[in-house]
């Protein structure tokens, strides 16, 4: 068994639901605060579509896999983006 993964299974699905909701929120807000930097939304927005998928997949609706690999990119892809932004605003 994998590190944790005894502990991951015992959290109900709602739990991760709602700290996926919460995620979402979060990346809502910054997305809102970032107009003016394109890059900052692209990351925001990226980030929030992650969030999304990984909020379906819990809910049965895509396949688990798929959706984590996509998921795992589109964060990839915002944290590039961020740091992109960052070296360019504030060197």
Not at 19 to 25: G, K, R, S, W
Not at 61 to 79: R, Y
């Amino acid at each position: 068994m994998a590190f944790g993964a005894g502990w991951f299974n015992a959290v109900p699905n709602i739990i991760w639901i709602l700290v996926y909701i919460a995620a979402t929120l979060i990346g809502v807000y910054y997305l809102a605060k970032a107009k003016g930097a394109p890059l900052l939304m692209w990351a925001f927005g990226l980030f929030i579509a992650s969030t999304v998928l990984r909020t379906l997949a819990l809910l049965g609706t895509l396949d688990g896999t798929a959706t984590n690999i996509v998921s795992g990119l589109f964060v990839i892809i915002a944290f590039i983006l961020v740091g992109r932004h960052s070296l360019h605003c504030c060197v």
